[in-house]
């Protein structure tokens, strides 16, 4: 079992940037799919960026302004968001998946941090 950890959030004016790091304990790998997810109030949860073992995917509303990475030496997880929108506001979750492929759908996630706060405005 996998625990994750997030923090990073806070508030930020349009066009601002921010940088979500995510702590993992556990037995992670490389080859585990990581993600980033969000869920605005009032709306589903949606997926924002995946990465395994070096190869990311993205939304196409995060494209060119958010960057995922990972540090697999220390298990974390980090989402890079610049030229912020008041849309990007949302609830962050950070999640894992051990096998299966790794898609933005989160449905697919088996474990999941508490989530962080992101406000735009």
Known sequence: HVQL?????GSVQPGGSLRL???????TY????MGWFRQAPGKGREGV??????????????????TISRDNAKSNLYLQMNSLKPE?????????????SCLLDWTLYEN???GTQVTVS
């Open 88 to 100: 990007d506001a949302a609830t962050y979750y950070c999640a894992a998946r051990r096998r299966g």
């Open 49 to 66: 960026a995946v990465i395994t073992d070096g190869t990311t995917s993205y939304t196409d509303f995060v494209k060119g302004r958010f």
């Open 5 to 9: 950890v997030e923090s990073g959030g």
């Open 30 to 33: 490389s080859t585990d799919c």
């Open 112 to 114: 999941w941090g508490q």
């Open 21 to 27: 790091p995510c702590a993992a304990s556990g037995y």
